[in-house]
């Protein structure tokens, strides 16, 4: 009989898996793929698209199934309604059989273009996350988004300029380390570091929204990360730091 192949052999067969969580995203999805496609492709290596539908209420569900019918390396996932893009985020780490997970928002502001140049400094570093330098957004949005980002960088200590740019790069090893929680997605780089491994941003390119509205308003980005923040900076001071001697 031949001898089972671990699961975890079975992972580090594929070299970059691609998550892409989605809510209403029915104008953006399809060009999103035809854009990362060639990018993708030219790293000649094997790599999986891992859509995950969170409750979408428009066609979102109907064209990821159609787009995924000429391409065996896409899978879907499709929660019972919305849970929120930690929730998203976390299913597609879960699912991810790559060495690598690169995330990216489905909205078409992420510019799949970059996805190199964050895997050129992965080589090295744990965690690689994209800063987008020239914002395309409101003004409202730009602002919290700045507000947000220094606060946060602040009393987490994580050293990010900023950590709301879903464009990332994961090494798969020690993302499994890390336990995700409601809201937590934006606290990465602060988990990653409070476990000892490596963080590094790359300056990357972001572009206006074509099609759908945008999921975050003062509510949601600003009073509701408060408590999250107080836990990541209470979880920072408690977290064990001994060094075996001998």
């Known amino acids: 009989m031949p001898v089972p192949v671990p699961d975890k052999i079975k992972r580090l067969k594929m070299k970059y898996s691609v998550v892409i969580p989605l809510k209403n995203e029915e104008g953006n999805i399809a060009e999103l793929l035809s854009e990362l496609e060639p990018v993708m492709q030219s790293l000649n290596q094997p790599w999986e698209l891992i859509c995950i539908d969170d409750g979408s209420t ?10 995924s019918l000429h391409r065996p390396n896409m899978r879907i996932l499709s929660f019972d309604r919305n849970y929120g893009q930690s929730s998203g985020f ?39 996350c994209g ?7 409101s003004l409202s949005k730009r602002f919290l988004s700045w507000l947000g980002n220094t606060v946060r960088s602040r009393v987490c200590g994580d050293g990010m300029r ?7 790069v994961f090494r798969t090893s020690c993302l499994r380390k890390i336990k995700m929680y409601q809201g937590m997605h934006r606290f990465l780089p602060a988990l990653f570091k409070m476990e000892g491994f490596t ?6 390119n ?3 929204r074509k099609h759908g ?14 408590a999250d923040m107080l836990a990541v900076r209470w979880m920072r001071k408690r977290c064990l730091k001994y060094r075996i001697k001998t």
């Open 58 to 67: 428009d066609s979102t569900l109907e064209i990821l199934h159609a787009l």
């Open 90 to 128: 976390d299913a597609g780490f879960q699912a991810a059989k790559g060495e690598y997970v690169i995330t990216m928002d489905g909205d078409l502001q992420n510019d799949p273009a970059d996805i190199p140049n964050l895997l050129i400094v992965a080589v090295h570093t744990d965690l690689v």
């Open 131 to 137: 800063q987008r330098v020239v914002r395309r957004d």
């Open 162 to 168: 900023d950590t709301n740019c879903s464009l990332k």
């Open 199 to 204: 963080v590094a941003s790359v300056a990357v």
């Open 206 to 208: 972001h572009r206006y």
């Open 213 to 226: 509205k945008t999921k975050y308003s003062l509510f949601n980005r600003s009073f509701n990360t408060i």
